[in-house]
């Protein structure tokens, strides 16, 4: 049955600056240059089997080209054709970051013309009617903040801090909504705990200091932005690090409970008295219990699962994005946003299906009592997936990786379809 959304949900697409703008120079485009030939090495083992589309990404995923950003997809340049392309599926908002090292590039040297490039471009958002939701890290940190040590450095919540004033300060009049840090937990984790993202580290004391230091720095964000803009709606885009036990026996039930308790609470809980809203991003589920497992908690076993998976393997479970907000909802009663959605799907064999499927747990959701406010599909483009590189394609839009031309996928007609008739 068709669910009628409130007239005030907020439909909206993600992107975030170091995985479209392209040349971004930070922690990460170094990064990048160090470990390209190793990822590229380690692909058929990472993803030779679990990939169902393996075959036809295998020459790129072995091509440590793949894994270089650079020209990205050129949306900093690019500014009225992806507007266009908002236009054209006509979301009411647009999630985007904003790219530190450029506003900062060396320490307390704040860039007026970058400054002004995203002045102007949330200026002409708004003329479009299309609200900016601004995030202000998602994942990249200049290289002099990576030097000093970043997040495990306190100083970095300081410089943070500053650099928040800056963005507030010159956006207040536009923007109303923020989401400070993009999946603080995942930034923990896997720069500090797996050393699989920058910094790279296997340290759990610097990984502590981390975590600590990206709550300050939420609550110091969330306290600047209110100062400045009295009306601002203050978020966290927090990973739904969602599992379920294996065949529900009580003791993978309880080591679900501890791992939810270590991905989402800890932090949630420290930060809850700074949140307007929660961002939860989602996609996909563990089915966990107690075995061996060769993975960095070597005691938790992960379950594959039948049904379709993403082309990075990731099994696709709308019911868990409905759990998950349930579990937010009982444990904070605040209002909830879906800051990211998606899949990886080059054919576009499944996406259509992935934004049906979620916005109806979204719909159940908001029948049940969950006060869910909006739904951003990740991703409005293809990007740059992090330690993937480009082969993961998360788009409503394609974008051709050598003339870099934009083209709506079939499934963005769907996303169309949802949001002019807000059901
Ligand atoms: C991140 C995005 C990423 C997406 C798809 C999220 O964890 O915020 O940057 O591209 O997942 O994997």
Redesign the pocket.
């Known amino acids: 049955m068709a669910y009628q959304f409130p007239k005030n949900f907020t439909w909206g697409v993600s992107t ?1 600056s170091h ?1 479209i703008e392209g040349n971004t120079v930070n922690d990460w485009s170094e990064w990048e240059q160090q470990n390209a030939k190793r990822l590229a090495e380690e692909a058929p083992k990472a993803f030779g089997k679990t990939s169902p589309v393996w075959n036809e990404v295998k020459t790129d995923a072995t091509n440590p080209a793949n894994y270089i950003s650079g020209v990205g997809d050129d949306s900093y340049n690019r500014i009225e054709e992806d507007i266009a392309l908002l236009k054209e599926l006509g979301v009411k908002a647009y999630r985007f970051s904003i790219e530190w090292s450029r506003i900062e590039p060396e320490k307390g040297k704040f860039d007026e013309v970058a400054i002004k490039h995203y002045v102007d471009f949330i200026g002409r958002l708004r003329q479009e009617n299309i609200q900016p939701w601004v995030t202000t890290v ?2 990249t940190i200049p290289q002099w903040v990576a030097k000093q040590g970043g997040w495990a450095n306190k100083d970095t919540v300081i410089d943070y801090g500053e650099y928040v004033k800056v963005l507030a300060s010159h956006f207040q009049d536009h923007v109303q909504h923020w989401l400070p840090l ?2 603080p937990i ?1 930034n923990v984790g896997g720069g500090f705990f797996s050393g699989q993202i920058p910094p790279g580290r296997k340290n759990p004391i610097a990984g502590i200091k981390a975590l600590r230091n990206m709550i300050q720095a939420h609550r110091l964000a969330h306290q600047i932005i209110h100062h400045i803009i009295p009306e601002a709606q203050v978020g966290v ?1 927090h ?1 739904a690090i969602y599992a379920e036990g294996h065949k529900n026996r009580w003791v993978n039930c309880l080591l679900v409970s501890l791992l939810h308790y270590v991905a989402n609470w800890i932090f949630l809980d420290r930060v809850k008295n700074h949140l307007d809203f929660i961002g939860i ?1 989602y ?1 996909t589920r563990g089915v966990i219990g107690f075995g061996f497992a060769r993975t960095f908690i070597p005691f938790v076993k992960t379950y594959p699962q039948s049904g379709p998976h993403s082309d990075m393997g990731q099994e696709i479970y709308s019911e868990g994005l409905y759990n998950f907000a349930k579990l937010v909802h009982r444990r904070y009663h605040k209002p909830i946003v879906v800051t ?1 959605n ?1 899949v ?1 799907d080059r054919n576009d064999t499944h996406r259509a299906n992935v934004i049906r499927s979620h916005i109806a747990q979204v719909a159940r959701a908001l029948q049940d009592g969950i006060d869910m406010r909006g739904y951003f599909h ?2 409005l483009l293809d ?1 740059f ?2 330690d993937k590189g480009y082969w ?1 394609r ?1 788009g409503l839009v394609h974008v051709n990786r050598t003339t870099l031309q934009r083209t709506l996928r079939p499934s963005a007609e769907k996303y169309k379809e949802i949001i002019r008739q807000n059901r």
């Open positions: 975030a995985q998602h994942r993009n999946e995942l885009a990973a991003q996609y990211e998606g990886a990740w991703s990007n997936e992090w993961p998360f």
